[in-house]
């Protein structure tokens, strides 16, 4: 095997990848799209979540994740990587890479500081088509693509990589991760007076989308990027608190400052659970 393929969090599962793929995957994770392995049953199962998923974005995603949603191209197969490249490239000097599964820190971030975005290149089988516990290219495609062909949340991921190289420096990269999970994965955001999803776990997801933007049970504070580095997340349940963003440009200002000093000021705070709440918590309304 030529790179050890990433575990995550405390499971003992093994990712089920194949990381060795007969030497074709490189020292930086990334790997041929394998067009030729997909079955006939594959492409099905893309184009029924793609049908599905799209049709509950109205009112629920942000404005630019629709807007950008046809980018993608095709919805009846699995799209090549190749054909989503010539367009985005072009867009924000974004390139989607093939990888095998989930990778480790540093070449994720890597990968992330020179505008390359890893997605999975296998799918879900047809039994998992409601739930999946690790992401596949339908997570990976629909949920995070799109975006990048925002030119400021383009930005904002590249900046992300970079700063994850420096956590990992820093012996931070829980926290930095932890600012993913709520932002990059489960971030809402005011749009017109009203929460929309810009997170690729929720706009990937049929259960969480209307969850996380309607639902009466979760808090939605107002991100603080100190706050979101102090709080624990679920990874095997819908989210117990949201933190919402008036617009990419915000976070992208919000993170910009240099982490250091936040990073030590987070080892002496303590850590919150996933559904803690403060007094000095700003709820996100419904109104911006
Ligand atoms: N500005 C952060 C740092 O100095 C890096 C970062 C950028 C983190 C964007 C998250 C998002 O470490
Ligand atoms: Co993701």
Same mark, same amino acid.
């Given at each position: 095997?030529?790179?050890?393929? *990433?575990?995550?969090?405390?499971?003992?599962?093994?990712?089920?990848?194949?990381?060795?793929?007969?030497?074709?995957?490189?020292?930086?994770?990334?790997?041929?799209?394998?067009?030729? *392995?997909?079955?006939?049953? @594959?492409? @099905?199962?893309?184009?029924?979540?793609?049908?599905?998923?799209?049709?509950?974005?109205?009112?629920?995603?942000?404005?630019?994740?629709? *807007?950008?949603?046809?980018?993608?191209?095709?919805?009846?197969?699995?799209?090549?990587?190749?054909?989503?490249?010539?367009?985005?490239?072009?867009?924000?000097?974004?390139?989607?890479? *093939?990888?095998?599964?989930?990778?480790?820190?540093?070449?994720?971030?890597?990968?992330?500081?020179?505008?390359?975005?890893?997605?999975? @290149?296998?799918?879900?089988?047809?039994?998992?088509?409601?739930?999946?516990?690790?992401?596949?290219?339908?997570?990976?495609?629909?949920?995070?693509?799109?975006?990048?062909?925002?030119?400021?949340?383009?930005?904002?991921?590249?900046?992300?990589?970079?700063?994850?190289?420096?956590?990992?420096?820093?012996?931070?990269?829980?926290?930095? +991760?932890?600012?993913?999970?709520?932002?990059?994965?489960?971030?809402? $955001?005011?749009?017109?007076?009203?929460?929309?999803?810009?997170?690729?776990?929720?706009? +990937?997801?049929?259960?969480?989308?209307?969850?996380?933007?309607?639902?009466?049970?979760?808090?939605?504070? $107002?991100?603080?990027?100190?706050?979101?580095?102090?709080?624990?997340?679920?990874?095997? +349940?819908?989210?117990?608190?949201?933190?919402?963003?008036? +617009?990419?440009?915000?976070?992208?200002? $919000?993170?910009?400052?240099?982490?250091?000093?936040?990073?030590?000021?987070?080892?002496? $705070?303590?850590?919150?659970?996933? @559904?803690?709440?403060?007094?000095?918590?700003?709820?996100?309304?419904?109104?911006?």
């Amino acid at each position: 095997m030529a790179v050890k393929p *990433a575990v995550y969090g405390n499971s003992e599962r093994p990712p089920r990848g194949d990381y060795s793929r007969g030497g074709e995957v490189a020292a930086d994770y990334t790997c041929p799209q394998n067009y030729a *392995a997909y079955t006939a049953a @594959d492409h @099905d199962t893309y184009s029924r979540l793609y049908k599905r998923q799209s049709a509950l974005l109205p009112g629920l995603a942000c404005d630019e994740f629709i *807007a950008a949603l046809p980018s993608l191209g095709v919805s009846e197969r699995i799209p090549r990587f190749e054909d989503i490249n010539n367009k985005l490239f072009k867009a924000t000097g974004w390139e989607v890479v *093939a990888v095998p599964g989930l990778i480790p820190e540093v070449p994720f971030f890597t990968l992330l500081a020179n505008r390359k975005f890893p997605v999975t @290149d296998w799918i879900r089988k047809p039994e998992e088509f409601d739930y999946i516990v690790e992401p596949d290219i339908f997570h990976d495609l629909f949920g995070h693509v799109p975006l990048l062909f925002d030119p400021v949340f383009a930005d904002h991921m590249q900046a992300y990589g970079a700063g994850g190289l420096k956590a990992h420096r820093l012996g931070a990269c829980e926290q930095l +991760s932890r600012l993913y999970w709520y932002t990059i994965e489960f971030g809402l $955001m005011r749009q017109r007076g009203e929460i929309r999803a810009y997170g690729a776990g929720i706009l +990937s997801s049929a259960g969480e989308l209307a969850y996380a933007v309607k639902n009466a049970e979760p808090q939605r504070i $107002m991100l603080d990027v100190l706050r979101a580095m102090r709080t624990r997340y679920k990874i095997d +349940s819908y989210q117990q608190t949201y933190f919402v963003i008036d +617009s990419f440009q915000q976070l992208f200002d $919000m993170t910009a400052p240099d982490f250091t000093p936040l990073y030590q000021q987070l080892r002496r $705070m303590k850590e919150l659970a996933a @559904d803690e709440s403060l007094p000095e918590d700003a709820p996100a309304g419904t109104s911006a």
